[in-house]
């Protein structure tokens, strides 16, 4: 499985847009990236998968350039809900290791 | 369609007890993986069950045991617990093994 690199935490205004990058060198030619969100004591909540160039829902936007070793996932105008653990996973959105993710802060 | 659903969302027990926990995984969906999540170490992956066969098997000790059923309904069993074994248990499911998962709501066990 591609290992991933993303930022421990991340602060954030309300309204703001939010971006968190994550890191994926060796990803493997048939690996989709796929992205959780999780609240505390909640399980995991899918967001957005992609293959390549970009992939928009109505909760975020996911950004995959070409050579496809990192992507980029894009919070618009975050509330203070969006306070959460992101998770980035690359392979078919099935993971053993989920990592620490990115514990993101929305503040007022 | 229904989420995946786990039961009991909370639990209590003592050193040494065994304990049970459910989970009822999307329709249609056939794999069912189980996790443990606590604040120190994250989410870690206990196993995968594919067709009532346990396809794959985390770095946990042998007290820690699962099934599935022909529904693809999943159990997992926690004997002669320990005060470590305290955490948030996650089930997920998909459709077909190593795919998109799904998670529930988790079973917060407390061990005393």
């Known amino acids: 499985l591609a290992k991933t690199t993303q930022p421990i935490s991340m602060d954030s205004y309300e309204g703001q847009e939010v971006n968190i990058t994550c890191s994926h060198n060796n990803i493997a030619t048939n690996d989709y990236i796929t992205w959780y969100q999780q609240f505390p004591s909640q399980g995991p909540r899918f967001i957005i998968q992609?293959?390549?160039t970009k992939v928009t829902n109505e909760v975020a936007s996911l950004f995959i350039p070409a050579d496809r070793k990192s992507s980029t996932l894009s919070l618009p105008r975050v509330s203070l809900s969006d306070t959460a653990v992101y998770y980035c996973?690359?392979?078919?959105?099935?993971?053993?290791?989920f990592g620490k993710g990115t514990s993101l802060l929305v503040t007022p | 369609k229904a989420g995946v659903t786990q039961t009991p969302r909370y639990l209590i027990k003592t050193r040494g007890q065994q304990v049970t926990l459910s989970c009822s995984p999307i329709s249609g969906h056939r794999s069912v993986s189980w996790y443990q999540q606590t604040p120190g170490q994250g989410l870690q992956f206990l196993f995968e069950?594919?067709?009532?066969?346990?396809?794959n098997k985390g770095n946990f000790p042998g007290r820690f045991s699962g099934r599935q059923f022909s529904n693809s309904r999943s159990e997992m069993n926690v004997s002669t617990l320990e005060l470590g074994d305290s955490a948030l248990y996650l089930c997920?499911?998909?459709?077909?093994?190593?795919?998109?998962?799904?998670f529930g709501p988790g079973t917060r066990l407390l061990v005393l």
């Open positions: 997920a499911s998909s459709l077909r093994e190593h795919k998109t998962q799904y």
């Open positions: 996973l690359v392979g078919e959105g099935y993971a053993l290791n």
């Open positions: 992609g293959y390549k």
């Open positions: 069950y594919f067709s009532e066969t346990q396809r």
